[in-house]
């Protein structure tokens, strides 16, 4: 069975930092890019961040371009989001998602994670 | 204020058949394809539409996907109450070399 499990969620204040870990089961890890997309309490979705398989591609959103890095273990089945200078308006719930192929096209996600709550408050 | 367009509700009564619109641009749906995704309360989202009409597997054939220049739309038919759900459109942004998603759409069924 496919599966995508987030991790690292929780509460940090604001200017701090984070790391979210999302683990893959039941796929190739390596021939799937891979994508984060965030959803504040409420709101609909956002697009943050992608990278391709072999991880020689990144795209991040306009929102978190200098302050969150995506990346990717293929030896760990594993995909990250580092997040540093954490501000209110990123409080969400961060969901991993599985890219149809290689390389990173159309927003076609095949699946997701669960999600996990990112809330950033003093 | 999203990138696509999407009214932020609809509604139907069983049985019926309902559509949503997505508005774009031609930096985006009018170039490429359109995505759809069901959201289910407290769940997350699970793609539903993709390539503009195409359903993944196990999807019921109620549901189908169309475009036409810079819009797209989301039709169900045979509207049923597990359908309650939030409806997303997302497709690649070439100006923003990035995903872009739509508002979303509450459905409601009466």
């Known amino acids: 069975e496919v599966q995508l499990v987030e991790s690292g969620g929780g509460l940090v204040k604001p200017g701090g930092s984070l790391r979210l870990s999302c683990a893959a089961s039941g796929f190739t890890f390596s021939s799937y890019s891979m994508n984060w997309v965030r959803q504040a309490p409420g709101k609909g979705l956002e697009w943050v961040s992608s990278l391709n398989s072999d991880s020689t591609y990144i795209y991040n959103a306009d929102s978190v371009k200098g302050r969150f890095t995506i990346s990717r273990d293929n030896a760990k089945n594993s995909l990250y989001l580092q997040m540093n200078s954490l501000r209110a308006e990123d409080t969400a719930v961060y969901y991993c998602?599985?890219?149809?192929?290689?390389?990173?096209?159309?927003?076609?996600?095949?699946?997701w994670g669960q999600g996990t709550l990112i809330t950033v408050s003093s | 204020q999203s990138v696509l367009t999407q009214p932020p509700s609809a509604s139907g009564t069983p049985g019926q058949r309902v559509t949503i619109s997505c508005s774009g641009s031609?930096?985006?749906?009018?170039?490429?394809?359109v995505n759809w995704y069901q959201q289910l309360p407290g769940t997350a989202p699970k793609l539903l539409i993709y390539s503009n009409n195409q359903r993944p597997s196990g999807v019921p054939d109620r549901f189908s996907g169309s475009k036409s220049g810079t819009s797209a739309s989301l039709a169900i038919s045979g509207l049923q109450s597990e359908d309650e759900a939030d409806y997303y459109c997302?497709?690649?942004?070439?100006?923003?070399?990035?995903?872009?998603f739509g508002g979303g759409t509450k459905l409601t069924v009466l």
């Open positions: 031609s930096s985006n749906i009018g170039s490429n394809a």
């Open positions: 998602a599985r890219g149809f192929t290689a390389l990173v096209q159309t927003p076609r996600f095949d699946c």
């Open positions: 997302a497709a690649w942004d070439d100006s923003l070399n990035g995903p872009v």
